[in-house]
């Protein structure tokens, strides 16, 4: 999957201020830009969660030079920090938006994305979320948490978002999960277009395929949303369908590349 150049880290966030406007031209950072005066924001919340300050906190502090552990940060992409402020650079170039807005670290933070499918119906369909911030549908990915491995992350984050299933079914539900979740194939690693990045902060995931066979696929039609998420149901991959076309940052084109589809 290759992402050529970032739209929703351009667009609106019902949480943010408007962003300074970016044109297509002006996104990378190596392009002059001198008009270029981006909005400043970091959000309550990730003020109010400073690690330095609160011992359960998940935000960095807001001074990126108190940070100590910056040489053992890990990346997926190569990139440069701002000469004049030392912020990281969002990779993918300009957002409108400086400092972090509602993401708790300067520079990478680390999502998962489980994409599970099943065919129904002869068609091919994948588990999608409705979430809580920005009414779109979405994989029922999530952020990675200190000491946890990628593979632990995609199945708390689906049995979380997905499968606030009823107590009776919660046994059925563990077993299948453990059936699902067992075998997956890496689809992609590296940036997310999340309508959340700034120019100092942005998101990157790992995105996992797993499949479901014919019996499991049968099986699995007892999903119930939970924490982040409002609703949750099985989408066709459809490419004419809008809920399928409007997905949730880059999480389209991760399905598409999942499926072989362009
Ligand atoms: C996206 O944000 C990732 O692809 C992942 O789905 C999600 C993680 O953020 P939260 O759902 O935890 O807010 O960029």
Same mark, same amino acid.
């Not at 950072?29 to 400073?50: A, G, R, S, W």
């Given at each position: ?6 739209? $929703?880290?351009?667009? %609106? @966030?019902? !949480?943010? +201020? ?7 031209? #002006? ?58 402020t030392k912020l990281p650079l969002n990779p993918f170039g300009r957002t409108g938006m400086i ?5 708790? $670290?300067?520079?990478? %933070? @680390?999502? !998962?994305? +489980? ?7 002869? #068609? ?139």
């Open positions: 999957m290759s992402i050529k150049t970032h739209v $929703k880290s351009r667009g %609106n @966030h019902p !949480a943010y +201020p408007p962003r300074f406007y970016v044109p297509d031209d #002006k996104v990378n950072f190596d392009i002059e830009y001198d008009e270029y005066n981006p909005v400043k924001f970091t959000h309550k919340v990730v003020l109010d969660n400073d690690n330095t300050i609160k011992s359960n906190g998940w935000a960095d502090p807001q001074k990126y030079e108190s940070l100590t552990d910056l040489a053992t940060r890990f990346s997926y992409l190569s990139y440069a920090c701002d000469p004049k400092e972090r807005g509602l993401l708790g $670290k300067w520079g990478p %933070n @680390h999502a !998962a994305d +489980p994409i599970v499918s099943r065919k129904h119906n002869n #068609k091919q369909q994948i588990v999608v979320i409705k979430r809580k911030d920005t009414g779109e549908w979405a994989l029922p990915g999530g952020m990675v948490d200190p000491g946890e491995t990628i593979t632990q992350t995609l199945k708390r984050e689906f049995e979380e978002e997905a499968g606030n299933v009823k107590p009776e079914e919660k046994n059925n539900f563990n077993i299948l999960m453990e059936k699902l979740f067992a075998n997956g194939k890496k689809i992609y690693s590296g940036y997310v277009d999340d309508p959340r990045n700034t120019d100092n902060a942005w998101m990157e995931t790992v995105a996992v395929h797993f499949e479901c066979d014919d019996e499991l696929g049968e099986k699995l039609n007892f999903l119930r949303a939970g924490d982040d998420a409002v609703d949750v149901k099985w989408l066709d991959v459809d490419q004419t369908n809008d809920e399928y076309n409007k997905l949730y940052a880059s999480h389209r084109e991760l399905v598409n590349t999942t499926f072989g589809l362009t």
